[in-house]
């Protein structure tokens, strides 16, 4: 039997029938005449070929095969009001599986106070974070392999756009004994006698690209490039070189006692993005989800970055 020789609707009026033991009644509650519901039931029968009811002019009883049929009936209404509520949780972006993208720092700090505080609101959508090197946050939103990411400023190209969600000046990150902890004002004139460490291959290019136009001199090369943003802390914190790293990353360097001193003349500042797909629709969560997280972290730029923020 073809499933599309019989409809939801005459469904639904068999099973209301049964349970009310009326055909009035069963009106009633769909919002349908008596006449229209007689007609449902009449043309369920019609498919099936066997009668459902007994009708009297005193009563309305299931005969023997409407009772053996009533179980799949009910059965069959019951996961298609489960598809109703589920198409409702998503049209309402109440429920969903939302993958985001983010480098460490973010992945590892913002990111889980932000899926907490947003589960409180929607328990039903389920948020995976994926930690991506800087430079494989855009590959990754346009190959689909995340929703979207946030993370620090990169070109973005036909196939993903940005936002800027707040900015993060480039800074000084070192023990509280190095040399430049205690001047006031760190020039990029002042770091070329100093050992600097860079976390990985967008952090090793950015600190070349800001000092590119520069007397060759007085250019800024890191003796060591490692890939973790944590190791580079890590070396910092125990007065074996400092490190340049955008100041959000203090949530992290703070618990190492390192110092954050600005890098002026002139002070480069970096902006931190929200990536999204340009060809690809988001999913109800996945946009209720980055709308939300976009809002997040900018009030959290705002009370975490400058809670750090050095003379």
């Known amino acids: 039997m073809a499933l599309t020789r019989f409809t939801l609707r005459q469904l639904e009026a068999f099973a209301a029938v049964a349970e009310l033991h009326s055909f009035r009644s069963a009106a009633e509650r769909m919002a349908l005449t008596t006449q229209a519901v007689s007609q449902l039931v009449a043309e369920l029968e019609a498919v099936l070929g066997f009668r459902l009811f007994d009708r009297t002019t005193r009563r309305v009883a299931l005969t023997s ?14 996961h298609v009001h489960d598809a109703e ?11 969903g599986l939302v993958r985001v993208g983010a480098p460490m720092v973010l992945a590892s700090t913002a990111l889980p106070a932000a899926i907490r505080a947003y589960a409180a609101q929607r328990p039903k959508v389920v948020v995976r974070i994926r930690d991506l090197p800087v430079d494989h946050l855009i590959d990754s939103v346009a190959s689909g392999d995340v929703d979207f990411a946030v993370g620090p400023d990169r070109t973005g190209g036909p196939q993903v756009s940005s936002l800027a969600l707040f900015d993060s000046p480039w800074v000084l990150w070192c023990s509280a ?11 990029w004139a002042d770091l070329r006698d100093h050992a600097l460490v860079a976390a990985g291959r967008d952090h090793e290019l950015s600190v070349s690209q ?4 520069a007397p060759e001199d007085s250019r800024i090369t890191p003796v060591d490039v490692v890939d973790n ?6 070396i910092a914190a125990q007065g074996l070189a400092a490190t340049l790293a955008p100041a959000y990353v203090g949530v992290m360097a703070s618990t190492l006692g390192l110092v954050m001193k600005r890098v002026v003349e002139p002070e480069t500042v970096r902006k931190v993005c929200l ?21 997040w972290l900018r ?13």
């Open 210 to 213: 800001m000092r590119v136009s």
């Open 275 to 295: 990536y999204r797909p340009q060809a690809r629709t988001l999913s109800p969560a996945a946009e209720g989800f980055a709308e939300y997280l976009a809002d």
């Open 65 to 78: 095969a409407g009772r053996d049929f009533l179980g799949s009936v009910q059965t069959v209404l019951r």
């Open 177 to 187: 004994e190095h040399a430049l902890a205690e001047q006031k004002r760190v020039r």
């Open 299 to 311: 009030q959290w730029s705002k009370g975490g970055v400058t809670a750090h923020a050095a003379a």
């Open 229 to 234: 943003i944590s190791t580079a802390l890590g």
């Open 85 to 95: 509520t589920a198409a409702d949780d998503v049209r309402q972006r109440a429920a």
